[in-house]
T-cell receptor
Protein backbone atom coordinates (compact mmCIF):
# COMPACT_ATOMS: atom_id res chain seq x y z
CA UNK A 1 0.00 0.00 0.00
CA UNK A 2 2.66 2.50 -1.08
CA UNK A 3 0.44 5.38 -2.30
CA UNK A 4 2.64 8.20 -3.61
CA UNK A 5 6.39 7.69 -3.39
CA UNK A 6 8.88 10.51 -3.82
CA UNK A 7 12.64 10.24 -4.11
CA UNK A 8 14.99 11.52 -2.90
CA UNK A 9 13.87 12.86 0.50
CA UNK A 10 16.74 15.33 0.71
CA UNK A 11 18.99 16.85 -1.92
CA UNK A 12 21.63 19.58 -2.04
CA UNK A 13 22.52 21.06 -5.42
CA UNK A 14 24.98 23.65 -6.58
CA UNK A 15 23.68 26.57 -8.62
CA UNK A 16 23.44 25.56 -12.27
CA UNK A 17 23.20 21.84 -11.68
CA UNK A 18 20.27 19.86 -13.00
CA UNK A 19 18.39 17.02 -11.39
CA UNK A 20 15.17 15.04 -11.51
CA UNK A 21 12.77 14.54 -8.61
CA UNK A 22 10.98 11.24 -8.93
CA UNK A 23 7.31 10.60 -8.18
CA UNK A 24 5.42 7.34 -8.54
CA UNK A 25 1.91 6.32 -7.54
CA UNK A 26 0.31 2.90 -7.47
CA UNK A 27 -3.36 3.91 -7.25
CA UNK A 28 -3.98 4.19 -11.00
CA UNK A 29 -4.83 7.89 -10.58
CA UNK A 30 -5.21 9.97 -13.70
CA UNK A 31 -4.25 13.27 -12.13
CA UNK A 32 -0.78 14.00 -10.82
CA UNK A 33 0.77 17.29 -9.80
CA UNK A 34 3.87 18.91 -8.35
CA UNK A 35 3.84 21.61 -5.69
CA UNK A 36 6.45 23.59 -3.87
CA UNK A 37 6.00 24.68 -0.27
CA UNK A 38 7.81 27.72 1.06
CA UNK A 39 7.69 29.12 4.61
CA UNK A 40 4.60 31.23 5.30
CA UNK A 41 3.01 30.39 1.96
CA UNK A 42 0.51 27.87 0.76
CA UNK A 43 1.53 25.09 -1.59
CA UNK A 44 1.92 26.42 -5.11
CA UNK A 45 1.25 24.34 -8.20
CA UNK A 46 4.24 23.91 -10.52
CA UNK A 47 2.97 21.51 -13.18
CA UNK A 48 0.19 18.99 -13.45
CA UNK A 49 -0.95 16.15 -15.65
CA UNK A 50 -4.44 14.76 -16.28
CA UNK A 51 -3.16 11.58 -17.90
CA UNK A 52 -0.27 9.91 -19.69
CA UNK A 53 1.11 12.16 -22.40
CA UNK A 54 -0.73 15.26 -21.12
CA UNK A 55 0.93 17.94 -19.00
CA UNK A 56 0.23 21.59 -18.30
CA UNK A 57 1.70 24.48 -16.39
CA UNK A 58 0.60 25.56 -12.97
CA UNK A 59 1.17 28.78 -11.08
CA UNK A 60 4.99 28.70 -10.90
CA UNK A 61 6.34 26.61 -13.81
CA UNK A 62 9.49 28.55 -14.73
CA UNK A 63 12.69 26.55 -14.34
CA UNK A 64 10.91 23.20 -14.21
CA UNK A 65 10.00 20.56 -16.79
CA UNK A 66 7.75 17.54 -16.49
CA UNK A 67 6.74 14.55 -18.58
CA UNK A 68 4.15 11.81 -18.13
CA UNK A 69 5.03 8.76 -20.17
CA UNK A 70 3.11 6.36 -17.92
CA UNK A 71 0.14 6.64 -15.56
CA UNK A 72 2.36 5.76 -12.60
CA UNK A 73 5.29 8.16 -12.97
CA UNK A 74 5.53 11.94 -13.05
CA UNK A 75 9.13 13.19 -12.73
CA UNK A 76 9.99 16.86 -12.17
CA UNK A 77 13.19 18.15 -13.76
CA UNK A 78 15.11 21.18 -12.62
CA UNK A 79 16.98 22.42 -15.66
CA UNK A 80 19.53 24.73 -14.04
CA UNK A 81 19.08 24.98 -10.29
CA UNK A 82 18.90 28.41 -8.68
CA UNK A 83 18.86 29.37 -4.96
CA UNK A 84 15.24 30.53 -5.44
CA UNK A 85 14.32 26.91 -6.03
CA UNK A 86 15.29 25.98 -2.49
CA UNK A 87 12.02 24.59 -1.18
CA UNK A 88 10.13 21.48 -0.19
CA UNK A 89 8.55 19.75 -3.17
CA UNK A 90 5.45 17.61 -2.98
CA UNK A 91 3.98 15.31 -5.56
CA UNK A 92 0.27 14.50 -5.38
CA UNK A 93 -2.15 12.27 -7.21
CA UNK A 94 -5.92 11.97 -7.34
CA UNK A 95 -8.71 10.39 -9.27
CA UNK A 96 -10.41 12.74 -11.71
CA UNK A 97 -13.94 11.57 -11.01
CA UNK A 98 -16.32 13.67 -8.95
CA UNK A 99 -16.18 16.83 -6.89
CA UNK A 100 -15.09 15.08 -3.70
CA UNK A 101 -11.72 14.11 -5.07
CA UNK A 102 -9.12 13.47 -2.41
CA UNK A 103 -5.50 14.22 -3.25
CA UNK A 104 -2.81 11.95 -1.87
CA UNK A 105 0.59 13.49 -1.24
CA UNK A 106 4.06 12.06 -1.15
CA UNK A 107 6.34 12.68 1.81
CA UNK A 108 8.17 15.50 0.09
CA UNK A 109 11.66 16.27 -1.17
CA UNK A 110 13.61 18.93 0.67
CA UNK A 111 15.85 20.65 -1.87
CA UNK A 112 18.60 23.11 -1.04
CA UNK A 113 20.40 24.99 -3.80
CA UNK A 114 23.66 26.60 -2.76
CA UNK B 1 -7.76 37.03 -7.41
CA UNK B 2 -8.80 33.80 -5.72
CA UNK B 3 -7.41 33.64 -2.23
CA UNK B 4 -7.55 31.47 0.86
CA UNK B 5 -6.68 33.11 4.17
CA UNK B 6 -6.23 31.17 7.40
CA UNK B 7 -6.15 32.32 10.99
CA UNK B 8 -4.49 32.24 13.37
CA UNK B 9 -1.02 31.65 11.93
CA UNK B 10 -0.13 29.62 14.99
CA UNK B 11 -1.86 28.45 18.13
CA UNK B 12 -0.74 26.85 21.38
CA UNK B 13 -3.25 24.90 23.47
CA UNK B 14 -3.12 22.48 26.37
CA UNK B 15 -3.80 18.82 25.84
CA UNK B 16 -7.48 18.00 26.27
CA UNK B 17 -8.71 21.47 25.26
CA UNK B 18 -10.78 22.26 22.18
CA UNK B 19 -9.80 24.71 19.46
CA UNK B 20 -11.18 26.18 16.26
CA UNK B 21 -9.20 27.16 13.19
CA UNK B 22 -10.55 29.60 10.63
CA UNK B 23 -10.45 29.76 6.84
CA UNK B 24 -11.78 32.63 4.73
CA UNK B 25 -11.81 32.35 0.98
CA UNK B 26 -12.69 34.45 -2.02
CA UNK B 27 -12.86 31.60 -4.53
CA UNK B 28 -16.24 31.63 -6.24
CA UNK B 29 -17.77 29.49 -7.46
CA UNK B 30 -15.95 26.58 -5.94
CA UNK B 31 -16.15 22.85 -6.30
CA UNK B 32 -15.02 21.70 -2.89
CA UNK B 33 -13.23 22.78 0.27
CA UNK B 34 -10.83 20.49 2.07
CA UNK B 35 -8.91 20.50 5.30
CA UNK B 36 -5.54 18.77 5.45
CA UNK B 37 -3.27 17.89 8.35
CA UNK B 38 0.45 18.13 7.73
CA UNK B 39 2.84 16.67 10.28
CA UNK B 40 6.36 18.09 10.35
CA UNK B 41 8.42 16.59 7.53
CA UNK B 42 5.47 14.81 5.97
CA UNK B 43 3.04 15.44 3.15
CA UNK B 44 -0.49 16.75 3.81
CA UNK B 45 -3.15 14.17 4.66
CA UNK B 46 -6.83 14.79 3.99
CA UNK B 47 -9.11 15.27 7.00
CA UNK B 48 -12.39 16.39 5.43
CA UNK B 49 -13.81 17.24 2.02
CA UNK B 50 -16.99 19.31 1.62
CA UNK B 51 -18.81 20.32 -1.53
CA UNK B 52 -20.40 23.76 -1.76
CA UNK B 53 -23.79 22.33 -0.68
CA UNK B 54 -22.54 20.78 2.57
CA UNK B 55 -22.50 22.60 5.93
CA UNK B 56 -20.54 20.23 8.10
CA UNK B 57 -18.35 17.14 7.89
CA UNK B 58 -16.80 15.18 10.73
CA UNK B 59 -13.82 12.87 10.94
CA UNK B 60 -13.42 11.60 14.48
CA UNK B 61 -12.46 14.53 16.72
CA UNK B 62 -12.24 16.85 13.71
CA UNK B 63 -15.37 18.71 12.55
CA UNK B 64 -15.32 21.08 9.60
CA UNK B 65 -18.07 23.59 8.94
CA UNK B 66 -18.77 25.63 5.83
CA UNK B 67 -20.78 28.82 5.35
CA UNK B 68 -20.92 29.44 1.61
CA UNK B 69 -22.75 32.76 2.10
CA UNK B 70 -19.96 34.32 4.16
CA UNK B 71 -17.25 32.25 2.44
CA UNK B 72 -15.92 30.94 5.71
CA UNK B 73 -14.94 27.52 6.95
CA UNK B 74 -13.76 26.37 10.34
CA UNK B 75 -12.06 23.26 11.66
CA UNK B 76 -12.94 22.36 15.23
CA UNK B 77 -10.72 19.95 17.14
CA UNK B 78 -12.24 18.37 20.21
CA UNK B 79 -10.29 17.07 23.21
CA UNK B 80 -6.91 17.78 21.64
CA UNK B 81 -4.08 15.28 21.84
CA UNK B 82 -0.33 15.74 21.57
CA UNK B 83 -0.49 14.04 18.17
CA UNK B 84 -2.70 16.88 16.91
CA UNK B 85 0.40 19.10 16.85
CA UNK B 86 0.73 19.83 13.13
CA UNK B 87 -0.11 22.35 10.44
CA UNK B 88 -3.70 22.46 9.26
CA UNK B 89 -4.25 23.59 5.71
CA UNK B 90 -7.46 24.83 4.12
CA UNK B 91 -7.72 24.12 0.40
CA UNK B 92 -10.35 25.39 -2.04
CA UNK B 93 -10.88 24.12 -5.58
CA UNK B 94 -12.39 26.53 -8.11
CA UNK B 95 -15.43 25.14 -9.89
CA UNK B 96 -14.07 25.73 -13.37
CA UNK B 97 -11.12 23.44 -12.80
CA UNK B 98 -13.22 20.47 -11.79
CA UNK B 99 -11.39 20.38 -8.50
CA UNK B 100 -7.87 20.13 -9.91
CA UNK B 101 -6.30 23.58 -9.68
CA UNK B 102 -6.59 23.90 -5.95
CA UNK B 103 -5.69 26.98 -3.95
CA UNK B 104 -3.92 26.35 -0.67
CA UNK B 105 -4.00 28.47 2.42
CA UNK B 106 -0.71 29.06 4.25
CA UNK B 107 -1.89 26.91 7.13
CA UNK B 108 -2.30 27.21 10.89
CA UNK B 109 0.48 25.75 12.99
CA UNK B 110 -1.02 24.06 16.07
CA UNK B 111 1.05 23.15 19.09
CA UNK B 112 -0.56 20.93 21.75
CA UNK B 113 1.28 20.99 25.06
CA UNK B 114 1.04 18.46 27.89
Amino acid sequence: NAGVTQTPKFQVLKTGQSMTLQCAQDMNHEYMSWYRQDPGMGLRLIHYSVGAGITDQGEVPNGYNVSRSTTEDFPLRLLSAAPSQTSVYFCASSSIQGAETEAFFGQGTRLTVV
Amino acid sequence: KNQVEQSPQSLIILEGKNCTLQCNYTVSPFSNLRWYKQDTGRGPVSLTIMTFSENTKSNGRYTATLDADTKQSSLHITASQLSDSASYICVVSPHYSGGFKTIFGAGTRLFVKA
